[in-house]
């Protein structure tokens, strides 16, 4: 049976308990952040040294306490039932677990970084500090798969206060997730993300306000498959032509982060 996450949006309380847990288990580094209105000293989004980023959106409205409300949404590899990464990757570096992690060999890996574009979730991060004459590599959230192979849960989920985030069976959380709406229908949208967007995910999600107003892609439920003979014949060109832009957007953001004149300077 395959294995899920159900993320309770309503449960969240931003505190970021999943996101230090992620970076402590799997030994990621800090990412420079700055104390602005935009980043709020939370890393500026999902990368190869940060696996699961807590997202804060505020949302203005008469309907809500005091004309707003803010919403956490903590984002990862959505661990697709479909995935694009595996559909795209010309070498197989990719590959869906039965237990439900999608998993990287990097010994595989050209560097092509396909998986980047294929993603309709844009999670999969490239290691752009190593140089390209280091290896660098794509990382990304791996679902704990050690930590599933050694009978424990997600470190994500095993320190969650709220338990805003469970985990298990799939189809069991699923149930869990309708029957949360049932019982509260005035607290929940009824919308389980994930459950069909792109063929399913590992990753299910409830809300109480539509998923489009907190940054989540709007997505039919077809599979997103790429035909890997065309990704073969475009690889090195494709490769050549993305590493200059993801390098020169990279040292561009580095740069803007280095000279913010707004607010102190921390790590996470």
């Not at 990368?47 to 959106?57: E, I, L």
Request: hydrophobic share 35%; net charge positive.
């Amino acid at each position: 049976m395959s294995k899920a996450f159900l993320i309770d949006l309503t449960k969240c309380m931003g505190c970021r308990a999943c996101q230090v847990a992620c970076k402590r288990w799997n030994n990621l580094e800090a990412e420079h952040t700055s104390m602005t209105s935009d980043s709020w000293t939370n890393p500026f989004r999902l990368s190869a040294r940060t696996w699961t980023r807590v997202d804060f959106t505020e949302l203005q409205s008469p309907q809500y306490k005091a004309g707003m409300k803010w919403v956490f949404a903590r984002r990862q590899c959505m661990h697709c039932l479909h995935p694009a990464c595996v559909s795209a990757c010309p070498v197989g570096a990719f590959r869906k677990t039965d237990e439900g992690p999608v998993v990287y060999d990097a010994q595989k890996c050209i560097g092509c970084r396909y998986c980047m574009v294929s993603c309709p979730f844009g999670v999969p991060g490239f290691e752009w500090d190593k140089g390209l004459l280091a290896q660098p590599l794509i990382k990304k959230c791996k679902m704990c798969v050690d930590r599933l192979g050694a009978g424990m849960e997600p470190a994500c989920v095993k320190h969650c206060p709220p338990r805003a985030t469970i985990f298990g069976e799939r189809d069991e959380l699923l149930a869990t997730a309708k029957e949360r709406i049932a019982a509260n229908p005035d607290t929940y949208i009824n919308h389980i993300y994930g459950e069909n967007e792109v063929g399913g995910t590992s990753m299910l999600y409830l809300s109480s306000v539509p998923f489009e107003q907190i940054g989540f892609p709007k997505l039919g439920s077809e599979a997103v498959t790429v035909n890997t003979e065309a990704v073969m014949e475009k690889t090195l060109p494709f490769a050549a032509a993305w590493t200059v832009i993801l390098a020169a957007t990279y040292g561009v953001v580095k740069f803007r982060e280095r000279t913010n004149p707004q607010g102190e300077e921390k790590n996470q």
